[in-house]
């Protein structure tokens, strides 16, 4: 498992985010590396399934497809994406060696009630997923904005730290804004 060496300049991390419409059967992934200096030097684009068990496979595969033995870090915009298909976070971090960070950006009481309502008759696999991702640490930025995180790979305070370098204004860090523009526009455009 690679560290992340936060007192490193141009550290570089790939920040995934993604984008679907209601009469999607399959959402936008978008990847951009981006470096803690703001520099853009990547793209990784992929799919998921709405409502799907793929999400996890699809970020993998983005991130090897990719081929950047320089990125260090993963940012996940969501945990839970295209209609409950749910990151394992751990998985990936495992897979790849790197620390993974999932952000959210709203507390919730937890969704086991919506998967149970969207998926009746086959609830009981992603209830199990869901469950495995454990609890979210709440972290205050710098811009005085709160986010919901899981990490692996590092610790809270090294994420809150990443994430801190990474926020300009507001409470998105800029990757992950950026690349939620990029999923936005590629949805648009029907990729």
Do not use: W
């Not at 990719?66 to 996940?76: A, G, K, N």
């Amino acid at each position: 498992m690679r560290h992340l060496h936060l007192e490193k300049r141009g550290l570089r991390g790939l920040a995934i985010a993604e984008s679907f419409s209601q009469d999607s059967k399959k959402s936008v992934l978008s990847g951009i590396v981006m470096s803690t200096d703001f520099v853009i030097d990547g793209f990784a684009l992929g799919h998921s399934t709405v409502g799907g068990d793929d999400a996890t496979e699809a970020i993998l595969s983005m991130y090897e497809k990719l081929d950047r033995p320089d990125v260090s870090f993963l940012l996940i915009s969501g945990i839970v994406i295209s209609l409950y298909n749910i990151v394992d976070v751990k998985k990936i971090s495992e897979k790849i060696g790197l620390p993974v960070i999932g952000v959210t950006y709203e507390d919730s009481k937890g969704i086991e009630d919506a998967i149970k309502h969207h998926f009746p008759k086959s609830y009981d696999s992603k209830l199990a997923e869901y469950s495995k991702l454990g609890t979210r640490e709440k972290i205050t930025l710098g811009t005085s904005y709160d986010l919901y995180i899981r990490n692996e790979g590092c610790t809270v305070s090294e994420a809150t730290h990443l994430l801190d370098k990474l926020t300009l204004q507001g409470s998105v860090p800029e990757p992950l804004r950026i690349s939620q523009l990029l999923a936005n526009t590629l949805l648009k455009a029907k990729f």
